[in-house]
């Protein structure tokens, strides 16, 4: 069974910097498009980014330039890279994996980021 975790949240001033990883037990991304979501409090999940297995990436139109997914497949991670951070990037930021091993959906428990003064 495939299970996704991510790491890396906390709490950051805003101006502030995290790096967010997720790993992939039980399998490789390889082939697969990996994305982040986000979810703030009372509201719907936000697509944040993805990376392709080409290492292409596509972003929210929001959020290009402050933030960036990367890929290392020798460490089978994908990490996204927050900088710049505001107040309104408070919110649990989840990694996926659509139609992926076994054409199944896959997302991790998310892991919670906090900008605050």
């Known amino acids: 069974q495939v299970q996704l975790v991510e790491s890396g949240g906390g709490s950051v001033q805003p101006g502030g910097s995290l790096r967010l990883s997720c790993t992939a037990s039980g399998g490789t991304f390889g082939i697969y498009a990996v994305a982040w979501y986000r979810q703030a409090p009372g509201k719907q999940r936000e697509f944040v980014g993805s990376v392709f297995a080409n290492n292409n990436t596509r972003y929210a139109d929001s959020l290009k330039g402050r933030f960036t997914i990367s890929r290392d497949e020798s460490k089978n991670t994908v990490d996204l890279q927050l900088n710049s951070l505001k107040v309104e990037d408070t919110a649990v930021y989840f990694c996926?994996?659509?139609?992926?091993?076994?054409?199944?959906?896959?997302w991790g428990q998310g892991t919670q980021v906090t900008v605050s003064l």
């Open positions: 996926g994996c659509e139609r992926c091993w076994d054409f199944r959906d896959y």
